[in-house]
């Protein structure tokens, strides 16, 4: 049996075509841009998503129809919190704003305002990128397009719908909304009524694992798959990661290193910490919580480096890998905040900083402090998750940072502990949905699917001769300012 993972992805979609055993046998993607209409602003068009998706299916059905024949499941990973709001004939009403999107800054304040303790019964304190705040920017800016909306989805359920024609949601996503009450895995009356929304245009919740639909007849013929093939509701993209590496047991956490880095920790109690804002959600594998502390530029951070120097971002790693081994105490030491600060200071307006830099420094020099910036802002999420109890005892990272083991040695450093890089681990949102899609066609084998551990490709090991160097640049770190102002 076959079955298919797709990642819609902030900027580009990838579908993976998995076997019973997880092992990825064929893969295509395509790129999927983003509109940037104004500064702090980031939104994409919902069809976008399913042209992508349409033509990658075509491309696997062509390039590999034998596997395409064997189509069992298919199941879905999103990037999260865009509003995709669909009228009665499943229209988008507006553009999707995504979640690094800046402006619902002061909605944020007045729905703190109308619900103090929101945040100990979502996924944590109001941010510009969650949904409710996005919500009340829309009742007052684009009020026409808000009211012809007859249902509220997140983007990896739009492409669902497209694939099945029914109007689902599940708990992973719907946490985003704001509008969930995230211990209890419900539709909250009190929160809709502080967004101005309601109930009535909400889709149905279901586990990730569920069956969402069958896909339609006549995409099973314009792919050549099977009469019946099940699509499972899957979940957002940091849930599919965490399980595309068995992150599905409490204490094993998941370390995603993409264009935003997020440290995911499987927890079977939910610990909310939104004074630290750490988002705490149901997690994709059932009875269990998802604790997520979050650093809103990882990659994206080295690649703003490397369109500034014309140097490629691997190329900048291997650098800074170099530079570091001449020793780091007169580095400049950065936060690369170029999209805002999440975990642990809830700070979506912050700029990045880059303190002591001199004429006498190079590329190399700010390529090493760029890597070491990002990781100082796992390491403050990493504290601030662990004063909060949730259990992190095992790590694998994933992504596309992971291509610089030097990089992940800087952060298990930080932790003081080894971090595996699990083989896949680059399309690990793909084998999350994949697992998913698996789970739903075999319900009975759904934890042992889920909780399925990788090989390891490599392993990153602490650098003794780092450690107390680094601990008192993080202080250092720590006192960089958040503005100008």
């Known amino acids: 049996m076959i079955f298919a993972g797709i990642d819609l992805g902030t900027s580009g979609i990838k579908i993976a075509l998995v076997n019973e055993d997880g092992l990825c046998l064929a893969s295509a993607a395509r790129p999927s841009p983003v509109d940037i209409p104004q500064v702090g602003w980031s939104q994409q068009d919902p069809d976008q998503w399913w042209a992508l998706s349409q033509d990658i299916f075509d491309e696997l059905a062509t390039s590999h129809p034998d596997k395409m024949a064997r189509l069992k499941g298919i199941s879905l990973s999103g990037h999260m919190l865009g509003p995709v709001l669909l ?29 103090p303790d929101i945040g100990w019964r979502t996924n944590g304190h109001p941010d510009p990128g969650l949904g409710a705040p996005k919500l009340l920017w829309l ?32 708990y992973s996503d719907a946490s985003g909304t704001m509008l969930l009450d995230c211990a209890s895995s419900k539709w909250d009356d009190e929160l809709l009524a502080a967004a101005g929304w309601d109930r009535a245009r ?75 804002a750490i988002l705490t959600t149901p997690h994709a594998a059932p009875g269990l919580f998802l604790s997520m502390g979050v650093v809103m530029s990882a990659t994206q951070s ?11 971002a691997p190329d900048l790693a291997a650098m800074a890998e170099v530079r570091a081994a001449k020793g780091i105490a007169d580095l400049p030491v950065s936060r690369p905040s170029i999209t805002g ?36 802002q796992f390491y403050a999420a990493y504290t601030a998750q662990k004063a909060a109890q ?32 699990p083989e896949q681990g680059d399309i690990s949102a793909c084998l999350g949905a994949a697992r998913m899609a698996q789970a739903a066609v075999d319900p009975a084998n759904r934890d042992a699917i889920l909780s399925r551990r990788n090989k390891t490709k490599a392993t990153a090991i602490q650098v003794a001769s780092l450690r107390e160097p680094l601990l008192e640049r993080y202080q250092q770190h720590r006192t960089l300012p958040f503005s100008v102002a």
């Open 87 to 115: 009228d009665k004939a499943n229209r988008p009403t507006t553009p999707c704003i995504l979640w690094n999107d800046q402006r619902a800054i002061l909605e944020c304040a007045e729905l703190l305002e109308k619900v």
């Open 139 to 170: 009742a007052k800016h684009m009020r026409e397009a808000l009211d012809a909306a007859d249902v509220l989805m997140l983007p990896k359920d739009y492409v669902a719908l497209q694939l099945t024609g029914e109007r689902t949601t599940e």
């Open 202 to 276: 909400l889709p149905q919740l279901l586990q990730s694992c569920d069956v969402a639909g069958q896909l339609k007849r006549d995409l099973c013929q314009r792919w050549k798959t099977p009469q019946t093939v099940l699509i499972a509701a899957g979940s957002g993209d940091n849930y599919a990661a965490a399980l595309g590496v068995g992150a599905a047991v409490s204490g094993n956490a998941a370390l995603s290193i993409g264009t935003s880095g997020v440290l995911c920790a499987a927890d079977d109690v939910f610990h909310p910490a939104p004074a630290k």
């Open 302 to 312: 080295l690649d703003w480096l490397s369109r500034l120097t014309s140097v490629s």
């Open 341 to 376: 600060v999440r975990t642990p200071d809830n700070r979506p307006d912050a700029q990045a900083f880059i303190g002591g830099l001199t004429a006498g420094h190079d590329a190399s020099d700010m390529a090493y402090s760029i890597l070491e910036g990002v990781a100082m």
């Open 390 to 421: 949730v259990p992190i005892d095992t790590i694998a990272a994933v992504g596309g940072g992971t291509r610089s083991v030097f990089w992940v040695s800087l952060i298990a450093t930080l932790f003081d502990t080894e971090i595996n890089i």
